[in-house]
């Protein structure tokens, strides 16, 4: 296949030209629109939970601060009107919502020899690079607004639904029953569907656990397949399905930086608080996990299935365990038992987020006319006076705030993949 190069000095302007969404100074108006339309293609497939929010644009001149708006539904009107009299009518009220917008952005620096050297083009190579990473952020800083919603539902084990995340294991799977529910849920608060159905952002290993099913339905047997949504990969009943690795996972964190869990060491035969694990610890690394105690307080953990905190630990002089106190005793546990942070179910199973969706949910800045910018700097531009160094990089300006909690339910669950996943 014939491979491009471009080299982005012939397409200078003598004078410099600026668009509106980007500072690429020094190139011509098309190789700007080439380039912000490419970071745009880049960045688009990643904004799965973008793409379902209501956009408003950013305001120029302002302030920080933007304005989300809802209007608050009519009540019915079920008194009769009087025959050739004009009723006095309705006012409509909305909700105000404000939130405050941020710059988000990163760069790349390259140097005249790579550009003369490499055999790809090396600006659409790394635009291509910086799109797929505004698109990921982006997309991150939207989901971590929607997931933070007040309505959830815990997948059910043996037909009995967990109480909260800390109850959720890999057994609490999620089951065509429970989107229903949700789909009933969002119904009853009158949520309107998104193109006539609603929409569901679900993991690949939670979506492997509902693919099987007979109620699935591909998105390759739809009557018009070619009308579906980046990631789309198939519905049950009126919920379509929009796949993401990027669906929030809640899963053990480390206990400090290369220390990801402890190994029980000692057999726990009866109630203590205090036990042996394998890790030895360094006294710098002991001091970090006893400072940030001290600061943040004690460490939540799973031992054998149940919840306790470490209040200080202590590396034993052999140089071999660490010691490690617990404010709430522990009664049981074989050797080799992994004790990990209490971040998400129970014995540090990760917990799964799949958000199912109503139109007008919730609401981010457009990405369009501002939001999302280009920004290549030529050789030679700022205080380079061999022609050394360009660079190519993105900067958005975005914020996502939730308009309407009853319109967005969060179905938390485990999966098939729970004891192999990390959180994101």
């Not at 600061?295 to 071999?320: E, F, L, R």
Request: proline letters at 4%; hydrophobic letters at 35%; a negative charge.
């Amino acid at each position: 296949m014939k491979k491009n190069k471009f080299d982005i000095q012939l397409f200078a302007d003598a004078e410099p030209a600026v668009a509106n969404t980007t500072d690429s100074i020094g190139l011509s108006a098309e190789m700007k629109t080439y380039y912000e339309k490419r970071l745009l293609d880049n960045a688009e497939p990643n904004l799965v939970y973008n793409q379902f929010a209501d956009k408003y644009p950013i305001p120029t001149g302002n302030g920080k601060t933007v304005e989300f708006r809802r209007f608050t539904p009519l009540r019915k009107n079920t008194s009769a009107i009087t025959e050739g009299t004009t009723p006095a009518g309705t006012s409509i009220t909305a909700a105000s919502l404000t939130a405050t917008v941020a710059q988000y952005g990163d760069w790349v620096q390259l140097t005249d020899m790579i550009e003369e050297t490499a055999i790809d083009p090396v600006v659409s190579q790394v635009t291509k690079l910086l799109g797929a990473q505004a698109g990921k952020t982006l997309d991150t800083l939207t989901r971590d607004v929607v997931v933070g919603g007040t309505n959830v539902l815990y997948a059910e084990k043996d037909s009995v639904p967990a109480q909260d995340r800390e109850e959720l294991t890999a057994d609490h799977k999620i089951t065509p029953a429970l989107i229903m529910k949700a789909a009933a849920k969002l119904k009853m608060q009158n949520a309107s569907p998104i193109d006539g159905s609603y929409v569901a952002i679900i993991h690949p290993y939670v979506a492997y656990d509902l693919m099987t099913d007979k109620d699935w339905v591909s998105y390759n047997q739809y009557a018009n397949p070619e009308n579906i949504y980046n990631g789309e990969i198939g519905k049950i009943g009126n919920v379509r399905f929009v796949e993401s690795t990027e669906a929030k996972i809640f899963a053990p964190g480390d206990i400090i930086e290369g220390i990801p869990h402890f190994t029980l060491n000692t057999k726990i035969e009866s109630s203590t608080n205090s036990i042996d694990v394998s890790e030895s610890l360094t006294d710098e690394q002991a001091n970090e996990i006893n400072t940030k105690i001290q600061n943040d307080g004690a460490i939540p953990i799973w031992v054998n299935g149940v919840k306790t905190h470490i209040t200080g630990c202590t590396p034993d002089q052999s140089g071999v365990t660490t010691k490690l106190s617990l404010m709430e005793p522990v009664s049981s546990g074989e050797v080799g038992t992994i004790i990990r942070t209490a971040e998400g179910g129970k014995d540090g199973c990760a917990v799964f987020c799949t958000m199912v969706l109503g139109a007008s949910a919730y609401a981010t800045t457009s990405l369009a006319g501002g939001g999302l910018q280009h920004i290549i700097k030529p050789l030679g531009s700022g205080q380079d006076p061999l022609n050394q160094r360009s660079s190519v990089g993105w900067k958005a300006t975005h914020v996502a705030k939730r308009l309407a909690e009853e319109y967005m339910i969060r179905i938390e669950s485990g999966c098939s993949f729970s004891h192999e996943a990390q959180a994101n």
